[in-house]
């Protein structure tokens, strides 16, 4: 099998891990502090937080600005489904806005469409690692009072206008699950422009204690609980491969840059299937390449549903693309208005192997197949 992606370790990974067991300290300790220090200046914020996976953080992000019950979160459907999830984590109500046509993102517009007189936040996702159109979205956000969050999982390593996706950003999220393009195994981060929010969501993360484990342990104070909050701890064990993953993703998202070029470059003259592209003047991780299957005719998602059986089948682990919430059971009876892009997306959308090890030969190989399913009728 060809799989979707494979993470990237070597004996560095190895050897911090177990330096971490050595000394003991496997949870929110030094090597979690290292972590946040390098992943903070890799995105130019002024501070992150660990946490235990990007959905916990999302989560944190929309508690910490003082959103919840009684709150409408302005969301895309069309996204991994935790987006919406972590609206429903913190108890308000997800309103979907659509995306565009040309770029699986949301933009100012679509946000608009999706306002209510209760929205109170936007969670803006740069799907695929590719960023956000994002400087009206802000715009919009600011003049209407609602907080934005960027929902950066996929998107490290990836820059807009030659600044880092995040930076800047009032609260950020990342992920470092296997899917992305490094990983701690399980992990999450928040970037924040705010020094009062990063204190607080240090708290929040590990149960409202206002004192970290750390200072306890050297000043021998005790620790209090200033609010209730979660346990959505890093382990250092976590932190000690994220360290070393972070001074790999260089290389890593030049690695897929190419070998994405070079599925575009294979794929050019097949005028079935269009490979998404990033908004010009943006330089993107590819943490997923992904196309649209063009539909023959049949019901929504029948050609790509056919295509990804026929390469599953041949020992191409393609996925479908991008899901839209709206269209999955959990979430089928949430009122929302038209969402017509989403729904195409949604339905023709394929992403393709695409890891730091594939070869040319199995490339060739996952193009050729993809071209003979295609060449079948229904
Ligand atoms: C992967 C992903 C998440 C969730 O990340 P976890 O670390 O697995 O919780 C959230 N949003 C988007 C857009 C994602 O792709």
């Known amino acids: 099998m060809i799989p979707i992606i494979v993470p990237v370790f070597g004996p560095e990974e190895t050897a911090a891990v177990a330096e971490v067991m050595r000394t003991g300290w496997v949870v929110q300790g030094p090597k979690v502090k290292q972590f946040e220090t390098a992943l903070a200046a890799l995105v130019g914020a002024d501070q992150a937080i660990a946490v235990s996976s990007a959905t916990a953080g999302l989560h944190l992000a929309l508690h910490v600005a003082g959103i919840g019950p009684g709150d409408d979160v302005v969301v895309p459907s069309l996204s991994f489904i935790a987006t919406t999830n972590a609206a429903w984590m913190a108890g308000t109500n997800p309103v979907f806005a659509d995306v565009a046509p040309d770029c699986p993102n949301v933009t100012a517009e679509t946000i608009a469409?999706?306002?209510t007189d209760r929205t109170r936040a936007v969670i803006a996702v740069h799907q695929l690692g590719m960023p956000l159109d994002r400087a009206p979205i802000a715009e919009l956000c600011k003049a209407r009072g609602a907080v934005l969050i960027d929902d950066a999982a996929c998107a490290l390593g990836s820059l807009c206008a030659g600044e880092p996706v995040?930076?800047?950003?009032?609260?950020?999220v990342f992920s470092f699950h296997p899917r992305k393009v490094v990983t701690t195994g399980e992990g999450g981060a928040i970037t924040t422009t705010r020094a009062d929010w990063a204190e607080r969501l240090?708290?929040?993360r590990q149960h409202g204690m206002s004192i970290a484990p750390a200072e306890r342990h050297h000043s021998g104070a005790s620790e209090?609980?200033?609010?209730?909050?979660?346990?959505?701890?890093?382990?250092?064990?976590?932190?000690?491969v994220g360290v070393e993953q972070l001074k790999r993703l260089p290389a890593i998202v030049e690695r897929r840059r190419a070998l994405a070029a070079h599925y575009d470059a294979l794929l050019q003259d097949c005028w079935d299937v269009a490979p998404m592209q990033p908004r010009a003047g943006a330089a993107w991780n590819a943490q997923t390449y992904c196309l649209c299957v063009m539909p023959d005719g049949g019901p929504p998602g029948s050609r790509r549903d056919r295509v990804l059986r026929h390469l599953n089948a041949r020992d191409v682990g393609a996925r479908r693309g991008i899901l839209a919430a709206h269209l999955e059971p959990a979430?089928?009876?949430?009122?929302?208005g038209p969402l017509p892009c989403s729904d195409a997306w949604a339905a023709q959308s394929l992403a393709l192997p695409l890891h730091h090890y594939l070869t040319d030969e199995?490339?060739?190989?996952?193009?050729?197949?993809?071209?003979?399913?295609?060449a079948q009728v229904a």
């Open 113 to 115: 469409r999706a306002w």
């Open 166 to 172: 995040g930076k800047g950003a009032e609260l950020a």
């Open 202 to 204: 240090r708290g929040l």
């Open 224 to 240: 209090s609980y200033a609010e209730p909050g979660w346990n959505y701890r890093m382990t250092d064990l976590q932190a000690a």
């Open 331 to 336: 979430w089928r009876n949430q009122p929302h």
């Open 362 to 374: 199995e490339q060739r190989f996952v193009v050729a197949t993809l071209r003979e399913a295609l």
